[in-house]
Nanobody, 116 residues
């Protein structure tokens, strides 16, 4: 059974920084971890993740502000968010996907609010 521990969300002022952390249990080397977000009234979108080849990748629209890092065993992914904007306000979800079956699992989400 795949389970997640997500942390790091909260309220931050525009221009501030936050780091979200996700630790997954029950995954294998066939899984890759990702961060998605969903703003109110919008579709869920991929923010950053670990590629098939184990490399970190950030969505083009967030490059330069966001980064993703893992621990050595890749059971933990950290989403480092800098220069946050009000439009970054969303629920951020950790995701694990099986690279073969494409079956994925979702964390419960953590709220990030960017507001003055």
């Amino acid at each position: 059974q795949v389970q997640f521990v997500e942390s790091g969300g909260g309220l931050v002022q525009p221009g501030g920084s936050l780091t979200l952390s996700c630790t997954a249990s029950g995954i294998t080397s066939d899984h890759r971890l990702n961060w998605y977000r969903q703003a109110a009234g919008k579709e869920r979108e991929l923010v950053a993740g670990i590629t098939l080849h184990g490399e970190p990748k950030v969505a083009d629209s967030m490059k330069g502000r966001f980064a993703i890092s893992t621990d050595g065993g890749q059971n933990t992914v950290n989403l480092i968010m800098n220069n946050l904007r009000p439009e970054d306000t969303a629920v951020y979800y950790c995701n694990a996907i099986d690279i073969w079956s494409r079956h994925d699992y979702w964390g419960q989400g953590t709220q990030v609010t960017v507001s003055s």
